[in-house]
């Protein structure tokens, strides 16, 4: 039963206003989006005005959990091979990326390291959009920043709660605040009119089986999730690898030998993501020194 208390940060987390406000420049290429007339050349000249966001999303396609052979050099062609849907929630998450490299490094590389789990899993199992699997492990965990943005104090709490009690961050939030950031994730990307590919994963990546329409890339976002973390590659505020749900093994039917070329695959990858962290740290100190 949800006390008095509870019900306020349901309230505070809902109504989210320390988190950017929401980019202006999605609404008009939503707008865009929905006319057939418009042109990929007409939406990467809008996003090509705001030049920091524009470096910002070559920088991010380019890096190793998409995996393109070749360095993609203009926003047009970005667009092209990503879709719109990628872009948008690429746009969307940026400015929300900025708060996790500067608040919280190891969630930042927990993200990154996901995302290239899902990109060589959707790969291997020939999913159709396989970049917007990858963007899905890339922001699965979304609603952490909301909380952790919301609800300052309360969060200094749930990592005392996750030390003192020996229990996931997951089981804190429950016990504490009456949700989880999966729930928290949920409405902010509904609130920013994400596909139901995108929202599903972030929602359901700790209970795939909640899954209604997007089982198979949630059972992969659950999957890798679980997977980065037992590789001890960043962490999401606390040490313990969730339990996998048997569900979702069995939509993914990997057996032993898959694993292994998947492990392999992975970890030549993180070398690459490992860099490009490392850059973004490098640029963090620059700018603080500076």
């Known amino acids: 039963m949800e006390n008095a208390k509870q019900s306020q940060f349901r309230k505070a987390l809902r109504e989210v206003k320390n988190l950017p406000t929401f980019p202006g420049i999605v609404t008009k290429l939503t707008k865009m989006a929905e006319d057939p007339d418009t042109t990929t050349e007409q939406m990467g000249k809008i996003i090509g005005k705001d030049h920091i966001l524009a470096a910002k999303l ?29 872009i948008k929630s690429l746009i969307i998450s ?79 939030e429950r016990e504490f605040i009456g949700i989880d950031h999966a729930e928290v994730g949920e409405w902010l990307a509904k609130r920013w009119n994400l596909p139901p ?27 890798s999730d679980i997977l980065i973390r037992g590789l001890g590659y960043g962490h999401g505020d606390d040490f313990w690898v969730p339990p996998l749900s048997k569900a979702a093994w069995q939509i993914l039917n990997l057996n032993k030998s898959d694993l292994d070329e998947i492990l392999e695959d992975v970890d030549e990858k993180l070398w690459d993501v490992k860099g490009f962290s490392l850059e973004i740290q490098s640029e963090l100190e620059n700018t603080i020194s500076g």
């Not at 070559?58 to 052979?69: D, E, I, T």
């Not at 290239?116 to 492990?137: I, M, W």
């Not at 990546?205 to 329409?213: D, I, L, M, Q």
């Open 58 to 86: 070559l920088k991010l396609v380019n890096s190793a959990f998409y995996g393109f052979p070749q360095k993609i050099s203009s926003i047009n062609s970005a667009i092209i091979l990503l879709g719109f849907n990628v």
């Open 94 to 172: 940026s400015s929300i990326f900025e708060l996790m490299e500067a608040e919280d490094v190891e969630l930042w590389e927990h993200s990154l390291g996901c995302a290239v789990v899902c990109s060589v899993l959707a790969k291997r199992l020939d999913v159709s959009d396989p970049e917007e699997v990858s963007t899905a492990g890339l922001i699965h965990d979304i609603g952490k920043v909301a909380v952790k943005m919301e609800l300052r104090k309360e969060y200094e709490i749930l990592q005392q709660m996750v030390h003192n009690k020996g229990i996931s961050m997951l089981e804190a």
């Open 197 to 223: 590919k995108l929202v599903e994963p972030i929602a359901c990546h700790h209970n795939p089986t909640g899954s209604k329409k997007e089982s198979l890339t949630t059972s992969i976002v659950h999957f």
